[in-house]
């Protein structure tokens, strides 16, 4: 390299694979072709769609805190009586 050649640069790409486990789904070809037009559109594959949607459902869920309104209704129908409640949405409802 002389002084004056401009420096170059080589962009280095590092891909990390690591094994998955295969599944094999059955849906309608509509629904599959459908699909594959959407991941298509947003970049990115209906694998990876699958994967987030079963990372979502699959998740455990978080537990909430309570907030003092929500604790201090906590039990408050404990003793209701149920048959009159659904006299009173029979009546609102007509």
């Not at 599944?23 to 699909?35: C, E, F, M, N």
């Not at 537990?63 to 003092?68: A, F, L, S």
Request: some cysteine; glycine content about 6%; charged content about 25%.
């Amino acid at each position: 390299m002389t002084a004056n050649a401009p420096t170059k640069y080589v962009p280095l790409v590092c891909y990390y694979t690591y094994s998955m486990p295969k599944l094999t789904l059955s849906v309608d070809p509509g629904v599959a072709a459908r699909a594959k037009r959407y991941a298509k559109g947003r970049g990115t594959s209906v694998s990876r769609m699958v994967e987030s949607y079963l990372t979502l459902v699959t998740r455990p869920a978080a537990r909430e805190e309570k907030t003092p309104i929500l604790d201090s209704l906590a039990g408050i129908l404990k003793k209701a009586d149920i048959g009159e409640y659904h006299k009173h949405l029979s009546k609102k409802h007509r």
